[in-house]
């Protein structure tokens, strides 16, 4: 079964300009997350959907951050414009619900370097 | 106060040895908790999950103490391969909630 697909995988942008990520989750995977990960801290949530429906974007940044998943699988998240704290690794991930909880998978995450 | 917070480490350990971490979450809804393994430059994965009464596998032992608000993670027998950060991860109505991790060295 083929893991949760991101692209790309490394992105150098000067600061001002926009940037945009695409996620492919694992296929029945209904929830899809974007998280950001700061060195040496751990992912912090951006926005969380179920379906094509955003239920949770309260720490998405909106003046400058936006995201989409329109027919409720594939996602992409925008940048625009970018500043050089937004420098971090975007990882997205889709979830499982099983009996005890939810089981989040990984993808191999974006990682955005702003100059 | 974070709502999820981990022992800052570093943890160095010689093999064989056995390594415990601790994990304490702010609130008390949660209800479902796992621990993540995150090697360098690579994207987390779930190591187990942990459940009320707690549970092992292998060499990996995980306990809940609702009463108490924290979640441990025991790892028996250390070898080279462990040497990662270890996230814990507190779950209330699939809003996930990430410690800052604790790294683990061991070395032979």
């Known amino acids: 079964e083929a893991g949760v697909v991101q692209s790309p995988r490394y992105k150098i942008i000067e600061k001002k300009q926009p940037v945009a990520f695409w996620c492919n989750p694992i296929?029945?995977?209904?929830?899809l997350y974007w998280y950001r990960q700061n060195l040496g801290q751990g992912p912090e949530l951006l926005i969380r959907?179920?379906?094509?429906?955003?239920?949770?974007d309260s720490q998405l940044p909106k003046d400058r951050f936006s995201a989409e998943r329109l027919k409720g699988v594939d996602s992409t998240l925008k940048i625009q414009p970018a500043e050089l704290g937004d420098s971090a690794v975007y990882l997205c991930?889709?979830?499982?619900?099983?009996?005890?909880?939810?089981?989040?998978?990984f993808g191999p995450g974006t990682r955005l370097t702003v100059t | 106060r974070k709502e999820v917070e981990q022992d800052p480490g570093p943890f160095n350990v010689p093999e064989g040895a056995t390594v415990a971490f601790n994990c304490t979450y702010s609130n008390s809804a949660s209800q479902s908790f796992f621990w993540y393994r995150q090697d360098c430059r690579k994207e987390p994965k779930l190591l187990m999950s942990v459940y009320s009464s707690g549970n092992e596998d292998g060499r990996f032992t995980a306990q809940l103490n609702r009463a108490s608000q924290y979640i441990s993670l025991l790892i028996r027998d250390s070898k080279l391969s462990d040497s990662a950060t270890y996230l814990c991860v507190v779950n209330g109505n699939n809003d996930m909630r990430f410690g800052a991790g604790t790294r683990l060295t061991v070395k032979p």
């Open positions: 991930a889709s979830s499982l619900q099983r009996e005890w909880g939810y089981e989040q998978y």
């Open positions: 296929s029945g995977h209904n929830t």
């Open positions: 959907y179920e379906n094509e429906e955003a239920v949770d």
